[in-house]
């Protein structure tokens, strides 16, 4: 049991060691350094709410050398900063195989001054889509309850401030503790792979990873157009009670009443009128303005979406294809 336990200790040990030179410092912030993730010679991926300044950005590498750093693009859905030095770092040598399951072996691996490891499992796998669900839920449950209007704003902002990140499946959720500075840093799976990018940036206290794959779609937009394309339909909208008839139809007490069209928008294509009311999108309750900007930040550009909105009185279905602002 105890050369187990040895050998054990020193694979885990040499894990970190192999990966450590793709882990860096990333000064961008007031506070603490925070960490980066070398995902080429000249590309650095970090945590989006890390970088406080746009200008002024250096990288602290494995050897002791300092990096001057340009600010590509931002992704803040997926808590990511692209960042773009003039030097040759090490690239991380990310994981092919993304299967990371609930209860895997899992290291954090940070520099916020020096190499630092934090050791668990991955105890959960966040979907959106579930996610999503559980919120409108506790949306719904929040207007039902008599609560003191403060502590019932307190809950609204914690639920809205979770949904602003609900937008990309598979968010791996840790069992490990995230000490200050971890954020940007990397989860090392037991194969030596690295499978996402670590952060404490998405709330609650809960330390999570943004999975390889997301990582490669949001380095690959940010390199192609310098920023997240968001979608958009085209509508100027304000909060509007349903009638009690649609309420007791579709459970849910408000929409969103359409006060404009913009001309030649996928809002104007798809038929919608001033006047109508939204009450979802891509088959998901739309109550309110939060709700709708989370909906097209996460819906892809170009794919049409089913959409349901009142009419006269009356429930109607349509469709509308997501456009880029």
Do not use: C
Not at 79 to 99: C, I, Q
């Amino acid at each position: 049991m105890t050369e187990a336990l040895k050998t054990l200790s020193t694979d885990l040990a040499d894990l970190v060691a192999n990966a450590a030179d793709s882990v860096l410092r990333v000064d961008a912030r007031r506070r603490l350094p925070a960490s980066g993730i070398a995902w080429a010679e000249d590309l650095v991926v970090t945590a989006h709410h890390v970088v406080e300044s746009d200008e002024g950005i250096t990288i602290g590498s494995a050897n002791g050398e300092q990096h001057d750093a340009r600010l590509i693009g931002r992704d803040p859905r997926n808590d990511l900063a692209l960042l773009r030095v003039e030097g040759a770092l090490k690239p991380a040598n990310w994981a092919t195989d993304e299967g990371l399951r609930v209860g895997n072996l899992a290291l954090a691996v940070a520099r916020p001054r020096r190499i630092r490891a934090s050791a668990g499992i991955v105890s959960g796998i966040v979907q959106a889509q579930a996610a999503r669900r559980g919120l409108r839920m506790g949306m719904g449950k929040l207007h039902k309850r008599k609560r003191p209007r403060r502590q019932h704003d307190k809950w609204r902002k914690r639920m809205r401030e979770w949904g602003r990140f609900m937008l990309a499946d598979g968010l791996l959720q840790l069992d490990l503790t995230m000490y200050p500075g971890f954020s940007g840093g990397i989860l090392l799976g037991a194969d030596g792979g690295v499978h996402g990018m670590v952060t404490s940036g998405f709330g609650g206290g809960v330390g999570v990873a943004v999975p390889v794959s997301t990582l490669r779609s949001s380095v690959a937009a940010l390199l192609k157009d310098g920023k997240i394309r968001s979608g958009y339909i085209g509508v100027g909208v304000q909060a509007a009670q349903l009638p009690d008839a649609i309420v007791e139809q579709l459970g849910q007490e408000t929409g969103l009443l359409v006060v404009s069209v913009e001309t030649d928008s996928p809002a104007a294509s798809a038929g919608m009128l001033v006047g109508d009311i939204l009450v979802a999108l891509d088959k998901e309750a739309i109550t309110d303005i939060d709700e709708l900007q989370m909906a097209l930040a996460r819906l892809k550009v170009g794919t049409a979406v089913d959409m349901a909105f009142v009419r006269g009185g009356e429930l109607r279905e349509g469709s509308v294809v997501i456009g880029a602002r």
